[in-house]
């Protein structure tokens, strides 16, 4: 079946340095999609992504898709110690269900 | 807006024991499901739904079932509960391949 990898596992930083996870998945998606879970909150979503290749940004966060579909990658600029939480990514396939990666937990030295 | 209200919050059961939890949406989403999540095992999807009547099984369906007689709802059902159910199990909504939305999660302990 559809799997979904995400590294690394944890991810430790100094406040200000810069931090990227990557996602990769077996089979080619039809979208790819960022969430954002807080310490003992829910995960929220971030944003989506569609084309082959495609790069958007949000403030201090890019986001990218890859050309073949199947790899994707977030990267956030001087980290902040609001940007704590693990971040997932989250594959979409032709049968609609949502298949997450395990996430990358991201803390944060002040 | 509601968005996305899950009952309970959380829940101790006996081992043996059943119980259902509740999923609400009130976005008029045709699509809903049920994740659990392990520390370290990020989410995996138990059971999905794509549209009132329907339910598939996801990633980890065993000791799980659910139904969605109605649009708005998606119960998820544990008929005999096992320690190895302990977790937080999360339900969200989206239609089709849009953004999904989270309901606050429940917090089951299986002694």
């Known amino acids: 079946g559809q799997q979904v990898m995400q590294i690394p596992q944890y991810q430790h930083v100094q406040e200000g340095e810069d931090f990227t996870t990557y996602c990769n998945s077996s089979t080619t998606l039809s979208n790819i999609q960022w969430y954002k879970q807080r310490p003992g909150g829910h995960p929220v979503f971030l944003i989506q992504?569609?084309?082959?290749?495609e790069v958007k940004k949000q403030k201090r966060l890019t986001f990218q898709f890859g050309e073949a579909k199947k790899n994707s990658s977030l990267h956030i600029t001087a980290t902040q110690t609001t940007d704590v939480g693990t971040y997932f990514c989250?594959?979409?396939?032709?049968?609609?269900?949502?298949?997450f990666g395990s996430g990358t937990r991201l803390s944060i030295r002040p | 807006n509601a968005g996305v209200t899950q009952t309970p919050k959380f829940r101790v059961l006996k081992t043996g024991q059943s119980m259902t939890l509740l999923c609400a949406q009130d976005?008029?989403?045709?699509?809903m499901y049920w994740y659990r999540q392990d520390p370290g095992m990020g989410l995996r999807l138990i059971h999905y739904?794509?549209?009132?009547?329907?339910?598939a099984k996801g990633e980890v369906p065993d000791g799980y079932n659910v139904s969605r007689l109605k649009k708005q709802n998606f119960l998820l059902g544990l008929e005999s509960a096992a320690p190895s159910q302990t977790s937080v199990y999360f339900c969200a909504s989206n239609q089709g391949r849009t953004e999904a939305f989270f309901g606050q999660g429940t917090r089951l302990t299986v002694v």
């Open positions: 976005m008029n989403h045709e699509y």
């Open positions: 992504l569609v084309k082959s290749g």
């Open positions: 989250a594959g979409g396939s032709s049968a609609s269900k949502i298949i």
């Open positions: 739904s794509v549209g009132e009547g329907t339910t």
